[in-house]
């Protein structure tokens, strides 16, 4: 298992990627405020897609922190995709409730992009706690599902939501 300081130049694209990726979604959202807001659903489903890219954004930055020991990476990765897991579930249980004709393949997907993004990271952790230096490599699908599942919310918000 190479050091992590051998990640750094991917987790720093990776960064730099949700960065630019979060504020496509506030533009989405300002273009789109009226609309969003009148829609139930819709605000959530901006929320979720902001996470899903300040997850990427945070695990990112802890893991550019010099010098630190594994286990506490690790508590922090899992602590981060917890936290992004429990509030875009928030959301998507407030949608469930409040859904009025939408078909029930929107909440799935939701539910799936949201399962996708944040398991590969609790992997990645639970592996570090474990001692398995491998572990770091579950990152990667957690950074590959978290920008599909953001990317495709932000879709909606700018190009969906006018149709």
Known sequence: ???????QTLV?????????LTGL?????????AR?????????????????FLQVFFVCTVMLIPRQPMTVL??????IALLSWAMQMTTQIRYAKSRSGHPR????MRILQTQFAAVPFIIAALE????????VYWVV?????SFVAGVANAWVLLIEILR
């Not at 690790?74 to 602590?79: D, K, M």
């Not at 699908?141 to 599902?145: A, L, N, Q």
């Open 141 to 145: 699908p957690g950074f590959v599902f």
């Open 74 to 79: 690790a508590f922090e990765i899992l602590t």
């Open 12 to 20: 720093a694209v990776q960064a730099g990627a949700a960065a630019t």
């Open 128 to 135: 570090l706690i474990l001692g398995w230096p491998a572990g």
């Open 1 to 7: 298992m190479p050091p992590i300081s051998e990640w």
């Open 105 to 108: 393949v929107w909440l799935v």
């Open 25 to 33: 979604v506030f533009v989405a959202v300002s273009i789109n405020l």
């Open 36 to 52: 969003i807001l009148e829609t139930p659903g819709l605000s959530g489903r901006a929320a979720e897609s902001i996470l899903h």
